[in-house]
């Protein structure tokens, strides 16, 4: 094609359809206009349903009616409501019903109407029982606090008749045993006290015997101070003579760690049941005889498992016996019967440890929970709290005066305790680690004290300065006792060893 030919255009001619869709739209409307829906007919009409349900107006409007004369009434109680005109009494009231006590830019006024807005709402007496209800919790909490008695078996009655008898004669015996102490002039004291210094100086290492192939957790010496016991942490416990320290019997039957063993204040005689007792870390407790040659124990007391009993101690007469559990109790045995005639709750933590006092009408216990209790044997109430101590409570022992005890823990402190004044009468910061173990000196005139810290250390009764440091262990210290004649300081360390702790010229 040239460029000089023209071109020509086709101009698109526009489709112009007459006629309406009125009548395609009205036959799709008949179609639908009734089809059936659970058997009744439904309109339809375009996009606009039509219902047959019908909304009652009725109902609404008196609901919004009750609303409103809900508020007249409420508005007319708040008027009658009686608020007190003290700002300070209005403020206490807010706080108790949890509301701010003062808002933005509020003054006395507006508050007092504010608390009438909420008492019309809550109701007046609910100021009046926020008081009682807080007395209600208090009350609670005190009740959890309480100590919890067991009620025990007839023989516990006995028991605690027999304890009474035995302890009132006691008593009388060591009352004027202080008489005639309190005679004695000064001059004689002065000596007995320079006596005192010179055998708490002149204490060194006697004797050093490695006592088993695991740590020694305990040892006692023996009522006559002939003999010492010790408890291992391999299960045996074994029975030494003083001073050699040589093995004289091996006590065999327990499966795990000892925590300790102590002598029947009557061992040797032929009218106690038996002369040793011990305990493990299973709840295991053994009763064990020095006259027989076996090495079987003469008795088990059942009743503590799965729990760990960490401590045994004889009564006085020799007739009882006190178990410390950790299920937060301690036991009292009747040997003679063979029972548990006592199981005394009261600490929250588990109890460690226990003391009888010489007289035995009371009874010490110093638990994990920081704290110790004193109970009284003959009527089962407790009688003194001890709280002070930071941490648990490791050792207890009473004195000889029988009013006196002292504690030590683990908070490295050792507190002197007055049972006739209910208080701590000294706090003695005796260790840089906690105190394992402490004992009385059988006259009262000093208490050895053994740690963590590998020492064992002498403190002077009553001015409860310290007059000497033994050290010679290699670890931990885990017990120490004093012979009953005075002669002999025993401990027992993780380092598998015991030693015995003498005055130099002794020898």
């Known amino acids: 094609m040239s460029d000089d030919e023209e071109i020509t255009y086709v101009k698109k001619q526009k489709t112009i359809h007459y006629g309406s869709l009125e009548d395609q739209e009205r036959i799709r409307?008949?179609?639908?206009?009734?089809?059936?829906?659970?058997?009744?007919?439904?309109?339809?009409?375009?996009?606009?349903?039509?219902?047959?349900?019908?909304f009652d107006l009725e109902d609404a409007i008196s609901?919004?009616?009750?609303?409103?004369?809900?508020?007249?009434?409420?508005?007319?109680?708040?008027?009658h409501v009686q608020v007190s005109t003290d700002d300070d009494e209005v403020k206490k009231n807010l706080r108790k019903l949890g509301?701010?006590?003062?808002?933005?830019?509020?003054?006395?006024?507006?508050?007092?109407?504010?608390?009438?807005?909420?008492?019309?709402?809550?109701?007046?007496?609910?100021?009046?029982?926020?008081?009682e209800e807080e007395r209600e919790k208090r009350q609670q909490i005190k009740d959890q606090d309480t100590t919890w008695y067991h009620e025990g078996?007839?023989?516990?009655?006995?028991?605690?008749?027999?304890?009474?008898?035995?302890?009132?004669?006691?008593?009388?015996?060591?009352?004027?045993?202080l008489r005639e102490e309190a005679s004695i002039p000064e001059s004689t004291l002065t000596a007995r006290l320079q006596d005192l210094h010179k055998y708490t100086t002149s204490l060194s290492i006697y004797c050093s015997q490695i006592g088993d192939t695991r740590p020694i957790s305990y040892c006692r010496f023996s009522p006559d101070s002939k003999f010492i016991a010790t408890s291992s942490w391999s299960g045996l416990c074994k029975l030494w003579s003083v001073p050699d320290c040589s093995l004289v019997q091996t006590f065999r039957g327990h499966n795990c760690n000892v925590c300790s063993i102590t002598f029947n204040p009557h061992a040797g005689t032929a009218e106690?049941?038996?002369?040793?007792?011990?305990?493990?870390?299973?709840?295991?407790?053994?009763?064990?005889?020095?006259?027989?040659?076996?090495?079987?124990?003469?008795?088990?007391?059942?009743?503590?498992?799965?729990?760990?009993v960490s401590r045994a101690d004889f009564h006085p007469s020799g007739r009882f016996l006190g178990t410390c559990c950790f299920d937060n109790s301690w036991r009292l045995w009747d040997l003679e019967q063979g029972e548990e005639v006592l199981h005394q709750e009261g600490h929250c933590k588990p109890?460690?440890?226990?003391?009888?006092?010489?007289?035995?009408?009371?009874?010490?216990?110093?638990?994990?929970?920081?704290?110790?209790?004193?109970?009284?044997?003959?009527?089962?109430?407790?009688?003194?709290?001890?709280?002070?101590?930071?941490?648990?409570?490791?050792?207890?022992?009473?004195?000889?005066?029988?009013?006196?005890?002292?504690t030590g823990s683990?908070?490295?402190?050792?507190?002197?305790?007055?049972?006739?004044?209910?208080?701590?009468?000294?706090?003695?910061?005796?260790?840089?680690?906690?105190?394992?173990?402490?004992?009385?000196?059988?006259?009262?005139?000093?208490?050895?004290?053994?740690?963590?810290?590998?020492?064992?250390?002498?403190?002077?009764?009553?001015?409860?300065?310290?007059?000497?440091?033994?050290?010679?262990?290699?670890?931990?210290?885990?017990?120490?006792?004093?012979?009953?004649?005075?002669?002999?300081?025993?401990?027992?360390?993780?380092?598998?060893?015991?030693?015995?702790?003498?005055?130099?010229?002794?020898?």
Request: aromatic share 10%; hydrophobic share 35%.
């Open 29 to 54: 409307l008949s179609s639908l206009a009734f089809t059936e829906n659970d058997g009744e007919p439904k309109v339809v009409g375009g996009n606009i349903n039509v219902s047959n349900e019908y």
């Open 63 to 79: 609901k919004d009616k009750q609303a409103l004369l809900e508020e007249f009434e409420r508005k007319k109680k708040a008027r």
């Open 99 to 131: 509301q701010a006590i003062c808002l933005f830019g509020e003054g006395p006024a507006e508050r007092r109407n504010r608390l009438r807005e909420l008492l019309s709402r809550v109701g007046e007496d609910v100021v009046a029982k926020k008081p």
């Open 153 to 177: 078996p007839p023989s516990l009655l006995d028991a605690r008749l027999y304890m009474a008898e035995y302890s009132l004669l006691r008593s009388h015996i060591r009352l004027e045993k």
């Open 272 to 308: 106690n049941v038996c002369d040793l007792v011990s305990c493990a870390s299973d709840g295991s407790v053994k009763l064990w005889s020095m006259d027989s040659k076996k090495e079987e124990p003469v008795a088990d007391l059942e009743g503590h498992a799965p729990f760990r």
């Open 351 to 406: 109890v460690y440890c226990m003391s009888f006092q010489c007289d035995g009408s009371i009874v010490a216990t110093g638990g994990l929970d920081a704290f110790g209790r004193v109970w009284d044997l003959r009527t089962g109430r407790c009688i003194m709290f001890m709280e002070g101590h930071l941490k648990s409570i490791y050792s207890i022992d009473f004195s000889p005066n029988g009013y006196q005890m002292a």
């Open 410 to 507: 683990e908070d490295n402190t050792c507190r002197i305790w007055d049972v006739r004044k209910r208080s701590c009468l000294y706090t003695i910061p005796a260790h840089m680690s906690l105190v394992s173990g402490l004992r009385y000196q059988p006259e009262g005139h000093f208490i050895v004290t053994s740690s963590y810290d590998n020492t064992i250390k002498i403190w002077a009764n009553k001015t409860w300065q310290m007059l000497k440091t033994l050290s010679g262990h290699d670890n931990k210290i885990m017990g120490v006792d004093i012979s009953p004649d005075s002669k002999y300081i025993a401990s027992s360390s993780y380092d598998r060893t015991f030693k015995l702790w003498a005055p130099e010229y002794s020898s």
